[in-house]
């Protein structure tokens, strides 16, 4: 028998069934795209999302018929939200985590009640994509929808209640509504009393990895599973990331190398005081029982990827003339051409910044440009401004939660060995590639494998399931040979933040 763990994206379903030792049985994804009318308007019809987790299932399920999938557990990213009535269907669009309609519902927030102890309370800095002030905003210009909602959900929970089960939520997707109460593990009577929303609008919050329930016969039989198959809860991407990663331990780190790059240091404690407010660092409950996650994130893969689709034809018909990778054909002209340090500052803010400036103004920039600079210098400079910006978010992790010497990485975006070695080299940190590249998914599955008993719990199941590939360590001369363009790269935000409203 088998495990199956489903990853719910902004923009893709996927979905991974493994064995009990962690070992990939088959793989499907699905994407899709949202709607709207313009930022900051960005929204989704829900079922969508129904319709790409009910697809990715049959399709595994048609692969694995003689390794039967024996549970599920589903992570989704966080502050979406979906108006659902009393038998859980939508009663409009899903609005979605970058939908930043809720600006004045956010300020409101600050004048009337204080950053501070929104902080204090739920571990996230104020911030127009949480849950709760898109929920304000529905009241307030929608009021018809507000009404009709029996509950407002996030994505794991809505697809709970599409396959006939109660829609719970965990611990650390409620964390990502800025209504839950970190430390009591409940909604917070203060904050909702405060904004007028009642809890019964809310879905109940239970432990991740919780047994939610069955699959009837039909439910089963229209996703090929059989029926009786158990639903886990599962919980937020990035601490399903995590565990899947093997973080949950005190000061373990993982570093997930994705569209977004995404550092996760796991604590006994919430790291929500005065000073990670200052980084905006977001602290909130692990799917780890009795254990914290904080996280400092930023804008990384999309860059990449922008560059490739503006600048790399030539690479892109060389590559498919020769059936190789298009990354591969890149770094071996990057080994080629521009193996010392470029020179060249690159910011990965193209869509703002996120920790430690949070600066929703913040724009790229690129600067030590030289005659003699090639594509290959600046696709280079793109992944060692990510090592920057990496350096610079290890710092504020650091100072907030734990020096540590040691993280994990994994993710799409960490494939290429040069740029896990700038990551290594700038850091000064020694990182350590998994095996599993789908650690989301895994994580989920492990939450699916503790509810039927399959691993006695998350240590056990971890040792059993995640597995370094290759050790990066950090190269002393390489790390002196950075160390100027690091501080060129630290004074860039700074020197232009003045100027990022003109």
Same mark, same amino acid.
């Given at each position: 028998?088998?495990?199956?763990?489903?990853?719910?994206?902004?923009?893709?379903? /996927? &979905?991974?069934?493994?064995?009990? #030792?962690?070992?990939?049985?088959?793989?499907?994804?699905?994407?899709?795209?949202?709607?709207?009318?313009?930022?900051?308007?960005?929204?989704?019809?829900?079922? @969508?999302?129904?319709?790409?987790?009910? %697809?990715?299932?049959?399709?595994?399920?048609? =692969?694995?018929?003689?390794?039967?999938?024996?549970?599920?557990?589903?992570?989704?990213?966080?502050?979406?939200?979906?108006?659902?009535?009393?038998?859980?269907?939508?009663?409009?669009?899903?609005?979605?985590? %970058?939908?930043?309609?809720?600006?004045?519902?956010?300020?409101? *927030?600050?004048?009337?009640?204080?950053?501070?102890?929104?902080?204090?309370?739920?571990?996230?800095?104020?911030? #127009?994509?949480?849950?709760?002030?898109?929920?304000? *905003?529905?009241?307030?210009?929608?009021?018809?929808?507000?009404?009709?909602?029996? /509950? $407002?959900?996030?994505?794991?929970?809505?697809?709970?209640?599409?396959?006939?089960?109660?829609?719970?939520?965990?611990?650390?997707?409620?964390?990502?509504?800025?209504?839950?109460?970190?430390?009591?593990?409940?909604?917070?009577?203060?904050?909702?009393?405060?904004?007028?929303?009642?809890?019964?609008?809310?879905?109940?919050?239970?432990?991740? &990895?919780?047994?939610?329930?069955?699959?009837?016969?039909?439910?089963? #039989?229209?996703?090929?599973?059989?029926? +009786?198959?158990?639903?886990?809860?599962?919980?937020?991407?990035?601490?399903?990331?995590?565990?899947?990663? &093997?973080?949950?331990?005190?000061?373990?780190?993982?570093?997930?190398?994705?569209?977004?790059?995404?550092? @996760?240091?796991?604590?006994? =404690?919430?790291?929500?005081?005065?000073?990670?407010?200052?980084?905006?660092?977001?602290?909130?409950?692990?799917?780890?029982? +009795?254990?914290?996650?904080?996280?400092?994130?930023?804008?990384?893969?999309?860059?990449?990827?922008? !560059?490739?689709?503006?600048?790399?034809?030539?690479?892109?018909?060389?590559?498919?003339?020769?059936?190789?990778?298009?990354?591969?054909?890149?770094?071996?002209?990057?080994?080629?051409?521009?193996?010392?340090?470029?020179?060249?500052?690159?910011?990965?803010? $193209?869509?703002?910044?996120?920790?430690?400036?949070?600066?929703?103004?913040?724009? +790229?920039?690129?600067?030590? !440009?030289?005659?003699?600079?090639?594509?290959?210098?600046?696709?280079?400079?793109?992944?060692?401004?990510?090592?920057?910006?990496?350096?610079?978010?290890?710092?504020?992790?650091?100072?907030?939660?734990?020096?540590?010497?040691?993280?994990?990485?994994?993710?799409?975006?960490?494939?290429?060995?040069?740029?896990?070695?700038?990551? #290594?080299?700038?850091?000064?940190?020694?990182?350590?590639?998994?095996?599993?590249?789908?650690?989301?998914?895994?994580?989920?599955?492990?939450?699916? +494998?503790?509810?039927? &008993?399959?691993?006695?719990?998350?240590?056990?199941?971890?040792?059993?399931?995640?597995?370094?590939?290759?050790?990066?360590?950090?190269?002393?001369?390489? =790390?002196?040979?950075?160390?100027?363009?690091?501080?060129?790269?630290?004074?860039?935000?700074?020197?232009?933040?003045?100027?990022?409203?003109?």
């Amino acid at each position: 028998m088998s495990l199956l763990g489903i990853d719910i994206g902004s923009g893709s379903c /996927k &979905g991974v069934v493994f064995d009990t #030792a962690g070992e990939q049985l088959a793989s499907e994804t699905i994407a899709y795209s949202t709607n709207g009318n313009g930022s900051p308007f960005v929204e989704i019809n829900a079922s @969508v999302f129904k319709d790409a987790v009910f %697809s990715v299932i049959r399709k595994l399920s048609s =692969q694995v018929k003689y390794d039967p999938v024996e549970a599920l557990a589903i992570s989704s990213h966080g502050e979406t939200i979906i108006p659902v009535n009393s038998a859980g269907n939508s009663v409009s669009s899903a609005i979605m985590n %970058s939908d930043n309609r809720a600006v004045d519902e956010a300020s409101w *927030w600050e004048e009337n009640f204080g950053a501070q102890r929104i902080y204090e309370i739920t571990g996230l800095p104020l911030h #127009a994509m949480f849950s709760l002030n898109k929920i304000m *905003w529905l009241r307030k210009h929608q009021p018809n929808i507000y009404k009709k909602a029996n /509950k $407002f959900l996030s994505v794991g929970d809505y697809i709970l209640a599409q396959l006939g089960l109660t829609p719970y939520t965990d611990y650390s997707l409620a964390s990502r509504t800025m209504a839950f109460d970190i430390a009591k593990c409940d909604w917070s009577d203060e904050i909702l009393n405060h904004c007028g929303v009642p809890r019964e609008k809310l879905p109940i919050p239970l432990e991740p &990895g919780a047994y939610v329930g069955k699959l009837s016969r039909s439910i089963a #039989a229209n996703l090929g599973l059989n029926e +009786g198959t158990v639903v886990a809860l599962g919980g937020h991407d990035q601490p399903c990331g995590a565990l899947g990663a &093997g973080a949950i331990n005190n000061g373990d780190v993982y570093d997930s190398a994705g569209t977004y790059e995404c550092m @996760v240091a796991v604590s006994a =404690q919430p790291m929500n005081s005065c000073s990670a407010l200052k980084y905006s660092l977001n602290s909130y409950r692990h799917v780890v029982p +009795g254990k914290f996650v904080t996280l400092a994130f930023f804008p990384a893969a999309l860059v990449s990827s922008w !560059f490739i689709d503006q600048f790399c034809y030539e690479d892109k018909f060389v590559a498919l003339q020769n059936k190789r990778n298009l990354h591969e054909v890149l770094a071996t002209n990057v080994l080629h051409y521009a193996a010392e340090p470029t020179g060249l500052c690159i910011t990965p803010h $193209f869509t703002g910044s996120c920790t430690p400036y949070w600066d929703v103004n913040a724009r +790229g920039v690129m600067t030590g !440009f030289t005659p003699s600079i090639t594509r290959y210098h600046i696709y280079k400079a793109i992944f060692e401004g990510i090592a920057c910006e990496l350096r610079v978010n290890t710092d504020a992790l650091e100072e907030i939660v734990t020096p540590f010497k040691n993280m994990n990485i994994s993710g799409g975006n960490s494939r290429l060995p040069f740029t896990v070695q700038l990551r #290594a080299d700038i850091t000064g940190k020694t990182i350590h590639a998994l095996e599993n590249d789908e650690s989301v998914c895994l994580g989920a599955a492990i939450l699916a +494998g503790i509810a039927i &008993g399959k691993y006695k719990d998350v240590k056990d199941a971890v040792n059993k399931t995640v597995r370094v590939t290759k050790t990066y360590s950090p190269n002393i001369k390489t =790390q002196k040979q950075y160390q100027k363009q690091l501080e060129q790269y630290k004074l860039l935000y700074p020197s232009l933040a003045p100027f990022r409203e003109i």
